[in-house]
């Protein structure tokens, strides 16, 4: 594991990457802030969509989606990732600027991403493990499926619910698929 240097220019460096739970991930250095990736394997539920309709919580949301990571070695298959240059995240762009107060931005270590990483995997292990409950025991169809997994996340949140896990959007969810006679 290599630590994340700061850099005024833009330059992929990969700091880490392994498997947790199954799941692949690296860990790269654009120069100016870190990103961290993590590939879906075939057959998961998520696996080809869009990051927007991924229903993961990680710093500043997911940022990406594509068969590859850009400026690495990626191998195929059905990356996902999330970038730390966000209000409030420190940039090395600011390395040799006018900056007043630097000190209060927050500098990412590469630590730090990596257990961002589990707990990204645990959510999509978890997810997955829900939406093929939802479509064994509510007999729909996968894209059925994620969205009432997605609608009953949006509604745990709503709620105010923490954290917002499939546990809890499994509450939600049986709520709702109670109150319409539902099985689940």
């Known amino acids: 594991m290599k630590e994340m240097i700061y850099k005024n220019k833009s330059v992929a460096e990969l700091l880490d990457s392994g498997t947790y739970k199954d799941y692949e991930y690296a860990i790269v250095s654009r120069g100016f802030s870190p990103c961290a990736y993590v590939k879906l394997p075939e057959g998961h539920t998520y696996y080809g969509l869009d990051y927007d309709d991924i229903p993961v919580e990680c710093h500043g949301g997911l940022t990406y989606s594509d068969y590859y990571i850009d400026g690495m070695p990626s191998g195929s298959g059905w990356w996902i990732g999330w ?102």
């Open 83 to 184: 970038d730390y240059g966000h209000c409030c995240d420190y940039s090395g762009f600011m390395i040799n600027e006018n900056w007043h107060d630097i000190s209060r931005y927050k500098k990412w270590t590469t630590t730090e991403i990596l257990e961002e990483v589990k707990r990204v995997i645990d959510q999509l292990k978890e997810f997955h493990e829900f939406v093929s409950e939802v479509m064994r025991v509510g007999k729909l169809d996968e894209k059925s499926a994620r969205s009432a997994v997605y609608f009953a996340k949006s509604v745990s949140m709503h709620e105010r619910e923490k954290p917002h896990n499939a546990e809890n959007a499994g509450k939600s969810l049986r709520k709702i698929l109670g109150k319409m006679n539902g099985t689940l």
